[in-house]
């Protein structure tokens, strides 16, 4: 008898479940949406030319005797009769649609809402200033803002998103290395040229024809950060502590592999969780350790935590060198307030720089976001990675992305933070030339290296937290 | 014989249908919510068998999914094992991890069980990201691109996937439908209707609880190593995560108990989930988490044998 | 290394007055109603959102918010107590669990949805570190160790002095006897449970002057509670008090001299040691 009703209601069962798929099929339709483009045809004649001439000096290994000057002359002279083919009379330019991809909500958020402004900052120049990109008709930039939040499996379908149905020509994105290196292998997978703004080597290590990466990485940061110590302040031992996600770690492996080769002593080194509340279990080793030294991988929150445990608990050491990347210094300044002071910071690029470029990049940043404001960091290493862009479409005169692609790797110019020419995996080869050492004096980010762009001495030891 | 016949017939149409979709729906939008719907419905039927038959909740079938998921992918980076055979690999760790976790919790009188899933979860995930030498860390692990390789369980299209799929869902029905029928399934009944009565009637119920969660950890990996397959990437949040862990259990409690209250469930939060995912971008996801939470809480409430239930009282009632 | 093994013992015991609270409101809820809420974790975001938002727009020491965040967790308490959690408890005992976990789902959402996945921290709160015998302590979890002891103490009153706390404790001992004695068994859970999320409350707004918040920072929360309570014993306030300090002291132990990323490891194996020498189960104790 229970045999008999239950076989009838499994028939009601699975018709109603066949029932419930052809609606899921149906609604599913219902939101599917069609794009159509008209064609249309006009005939445009047009002339452009720019010639950009710029000459940099740059020292390629710190402390070293002899100085390397290298003046690269770049010329690009861009002369071009258009004649496009498009019907519809006195329609300007399609927009050249890129894609944004940062962390808007979630842990990272700060960060990435700085490297946002820095990028609108550029497209700012590229409409308004210029008027458009020059090659293509005066079309210009429509930036596609998506967000990470932090997360890389919303990373990687945003970036899906953002080619599919927006149809983007490029992404710049995504701060995070472990949301870059998912959301970068997206667009591989699509064939869509990818600007990284994050440090991991493995965004450029994977042998990817699409993704390049123009900021200085974590490597050459790293480097720098460990040679800083040894070399320009002399000190003979380190505590290396860094966070222990993507980032942290190849900052952590990176450090003790430098350290090694150049014969500092690391006397105690640990991964931490950046959501951790207490790292007093981590700082109280390392007072008894002693080192002179702490070479630090963080992000924002964690940073602060760090010097603001440090001086409760007494931890005193002779410098702090975060490698930067994680940190936005301003913020930092303005979370960890007076125990900042004699922090040291690798970066890019500092807003005391004098090349023209940097003060360009002042000016129109000033004029979106407000007089008192100044870029950062974050801002500066994503405006560099849309001037990247940007110049690879301008001799693209195309906006097809394997065209803009092919472009990109035949990148010669010079930015904010300095050349930028990119090698096989799409990486540029000025990476630890192109990397500042900055430090809090005065409750202000100063550079103090590399001697050419420095505006202050760099000071070390630094005193005691109760000297202060 | 004509029962027979009407008993099978309807899923087997059902499966035909599902087979041509392909050949009339084109867009990849489709068939990925499609897969998705698939995808939860499988996993909900997965976690009942522990979580539903045996009547023991787990709050933490993340684990079994994670460790398919890690296991086929480090295996197969490290060795080059494909993942197909990695697969079982991980359902066989699944198992034992759900043994281990079982064993001192089933003894117990109380849902233990829940709670070690649960601080199991946390501690797998703390543990992925310590060791990040062997696992990736909190980086996680991409999947090297191979390619179309059927041989190495990757495609680059879609289509591949969605019959994958639909396959272990069918297998997985399979096996819930010979349980339901089997002395196991009769004495999993017992074990949940009255623990008591079933052991002084001489059922080994420590025993089959055991299985139980062996069998649904074993299934239950095989998704991990599909999924990660299909996205080509895993990290401990994915693997080990708070929405992971809570997936089947909200499919299972909303679509109801029995063979096919998984894919009621599935079917209905699927296309809502992908739909707000690709409207609004990957932003709003938490609206629609909240309204997950809100709905488990709901039909725990007032209807707690879910849809399924619910239709079963609306038939009866119509027949008499 | 003298002074550091003291330093380490002092921030065990002051992380173990943190766990106390968290665990306080959970052990008297499943001393009564011999379940444990999972979603207590959430609860407690959900004060440390509200002390949060009441000190950034209001100005309102952390310390002072317990005035508004124990009355109106205890009002959730009830609510959910009244409409939900009564009519659970008389069917399947799974039940419960599934609704919790629905609760968990639903805040931390409700949490990210509202205020967003980012960190939040209390801007320009001023905590002193002052040192003493050698050893340095730090303001804000000194309080919170304090307010650990103390309302434990007066739990402990609540309970072993008053007509109420007489009440609670015969029910959490045997229903039916208490119901024979006269206790309106329904009024005594819907208080336990009101105060049981109070506490919650409670633990939430003194955790935000150390802790960083996110809609997450919850659940780890409900995990070390739920052992904390195995650890000392449903119901058992003291048993709360104890084993808060001791999984404290054993988690900084650990945090030092093995990792500080595998710190929390200690809680879980806490959790398998009890459950495995101890298989009577929670509820076993007072039985």
């Known amino acids: 008898m229970l045999h008999k009703s239950c076989s009838a209601i499994t028939k009601l069962e699975t018709g109603l479940v066949i029932l419930v798929i052809i609606l899921a099929i149906v609604a599913g339709v219902g939101y599917w949406q069609v794009s159509t483009v008209a064609p249309v045809t006009t005939t445009v004649t047009s002339v452009e030319t720019r010639t950009v001439t710029q000459t940099s000096t740059v020292t390629l290994t710190p402390g070293a005797t002899a100085t390397v000057t290298v003046t690269q002359p770049v010329t690009t002279t861009v002369t071009a009769t258009i004649t496009q083919t498009v019907t519809e009379p006195t329609k300007p330019p399609e927009p050249i649609k890129i894609g944004v991809l940062f962390p808007l909500t979630g842990a990272a958020a700060p960060m990435g809402e700085g490297h946002v402004k820095g990028i609108q900052t550029y497209a700012y120049i590229v409409n308004e200033v210029w008027g458009g990109i020059p090659t293509l008709g005066g079309a210009k930039i429509e930036l596609v803002i998506a967000d990470t939040t932090t997360d890389p499996k919303v990373a990687a379908s945003e970036a899906e998103r953002l080619i599919t149905k927006e149809k983007v020509v490029a992404i710049l994105g995504a701060y995070r290395s472990a949301d870059t290196l998912p959301a970068s292998e997206v667009a591989e997978r699509y064939g869509v040229p990818f600007v990284a703004s994050a440090g991991h080597p493995l965004i450029t290590g994977r042998g990817f024809k699409y993704v390049f990466r123009a900021h200085p990485p974590v490597v050459p940061t790293t480097n720098w950060a460990v040679d800083l110590v040894k070399n320009v302040m002399g000190y003979s ?34 991964l931490y969780s950046s959501a951790a509340p207490d790292l007093s279990p981590m700082l109280l080793k390392v007072k008894a350790a002693n080192p002179d030294a702490i070479i630090a991988g963080s992000y924002l929150t964690d940073a602060v935590l760090m010097v603001k445990q440090m001086r409760e608990y007494d931890v005193n050491v002779k410098a702090i060198v975060f490698i930067g990347g994680g940190v936005p210094p301003e913020k930092f300044l303005e979370l960890a307030g007076k125990d900042a002071e004699y922090v040291i910071i690798t970066g890019l690029w500092n807003h005391d720089s004098k090349r023209p470029s940097s003060i360009e990049f002042i000016e129109a940043w000033k004029k979106l976001f407000g007089a008192e404001t100044l870029p950062d960091q974050m801002a500066a290493e994503a405006y560099e990675s849309a001037v990247v862009l940007v110049d690879a479409i301008m001799r693209a005169r195309s906006t097809d992305p394997a065209v803009i692609r092919a472009a990109l790797t035949k990148t010669q110019l010079i930015s904010i933070s300095g050349p930028i020419e990119f090698d096989e995996r799409g990486e540029n080869k000025y990476g630890y030339a192109n990397t500042h050492i900055l430090q809090v004096q005065g409750g202000k980010w100063v550079t103090v290296l590399p001697a050419e762009a420095a505006t202050a001495k760099l000071i070390t030891p630094m005193p005691p937290w109760s000297a202060r | 014989m004509v029962k027979k016949v009407t008993k099978f017939l309807l899923p087997l149409v059902g499966l035909a249908a599902l087979c041509v979709v392909p050949l009339f729906i084109t867009d990849l939008t489709i068939i990925h919510i499609l897969i998705y719907t698939f995808f939860f419905a499988y996993f909900a039927a997965a976690w009942n068998i522990v979580g539903s038959y045996a009547g023991q909740p787990s709050l933490g079938h993340a684990i079994f999914f994670g460790i398919g998921g890690y296991t086929s992918s480090i295996l197969f980076i490290n060795y080059g094992i494909s993942p197909w055979v990695g697969m ?139 999924y990660t397959q299909y996205t080509r990437f895993i990290d401990p949040h994915e693997a080990f995560g708070l929405w992971r862990t809570f997936q089947p259990m909200l499919i299972s409690v909303l679509g109801g108990p029995g063979l096919w209250g998984p894919l009621v469930g599935a079917a209905i939060i699927t296309p809502i989930n992908e739909s707000i995912i690709m409207f609004f971008g990957g932003r709003y996801a938490t609206v629609g988490m909240m309204l997950y939470g809100l709905i488990v809480m709901l039909i725990i409430l007032f209807m707690p044998s879910g849809i399924v239930g619910v239709l079963r009282r609306v038939y009866t009632h119509f027949r008499s | 290394m003298q002074e550091l093994l003291g330093q380490i013992i002092v921030q065990g015991l002051l992380v173990g007055g943190i766990y106390t609270l968290a665990a306080a409101g959970l052990t008297l809820i499943a001393g009564v109603m011999k379940i444990i809420n999972i979603a207590h974790g959430e609860l407690m975001m959900l004060a440390m959102y509200t002390t949060y938002f009441l000190y950034t727009l209001f100005g309102l020491d952390p310390l002072l918010s317990v005035a508004v965040t124990l009355p109106l967790f205890f009002a959730i308490g009830c609510f959910l107590q009244m409409f939900c959690i009564e009519r659970l408890i008389k069917g399947p005992p799974m039940s419960v669990i599934i609704f919790a976990a629905g609760l968990i789902f639903f805040a931390q959402n409700l949490a990210a949805t509202l205020w967003t996945q980012d960190f939040r921290v209390l801007r320009g709160y001023a905590t002193t570190t002052f040192e003493l015998f050698g050893l340095r302590l730090t303001s804000t979890r000194l309080a919170i160790l304090a307010s650990a002891v103390i309302v434990i103490v007066l739990l402990y009153l609540l309970l072993s002095k008053t007509k109420v706390g007489r009440a609670i404790r015969a029910t959490s001992q045997n229903v039916e006897a208490a119901q024979l004695m006269g206790v309106n068994v329904k009024l005594i859970r819907l208080l336990s449970f009101g105060l049981g999320v109070a506490l919650a409350g409670l633990a939430g707004s003194l955790l935000i002057s150390i802790y960083y918040l996110y809609p997450a920072v919850g659940t780890p929360f409900s995990v070390i509670a739920l052992i904390i309570v195995f650890l000392g014993g449903a119901g058992s306030v003291f048993g709360a008090l104890l084993g808060g300090l001791a999984l404290g002291i054993v988690e900084a132990f650990t945090g030092f001299y093995l990792a500080l990323e595998l710190k929390d490891i200690a809680a879980y194996i806490a959790f398998i040691i009890i459950l495995l020498v101890r298989p009577w189960g929670l509820f076993g104790v007072k039985e």
């Open chain 2, 88 to 226: 079982f690999v991980g359902a066989i760790l699944a198992a034992l991890a759900a043994l281990a976790l079982g064993f001192p919790t089933f003894r117990v009188r109380g849902p233990f069980f829940a709670f070690i899933t649960l601080a199991f979860t946390l501690l797998i995930s703390l543990l992925f990201v310590y060791f990040h030498d062997y696992t990736g860390g909190a980086t996680g692990l991409p999947v090297p691109l191979k390619g179309d390789a059927p041989h190495l369980f990757q495609f680059n299209s879609k289509l591949p996937y969605y019959y994958i799929i639909l396959a272990f869902f069918c297998v997985i029905t399979y096996v819930t439908y010979r349980l339901e029928k089997s002395k196991f399934g009769y004495y999993l009944l017992a074990i949940r209707e009255d623990e008591d009565a079933a052991a002084s009637v001489g059922v080994h119920v420590f025993k089959y609880k055991l299985m139980a969660a062996a069998l649904s950890g074993f299934f239950t990996a095989f998704l991990g190593t599909f």
């Open chain 1, 237 to 270: 031992t380190v505590a290396v502590l860094c966070e222990n996600s993507a980032m942290g770690q190849s900052m952590y492996n990176m450090s003790l592999a430098r350290a090694k080769a150049l014969g500092l002593t690391v006397v105690h080194s640990e």
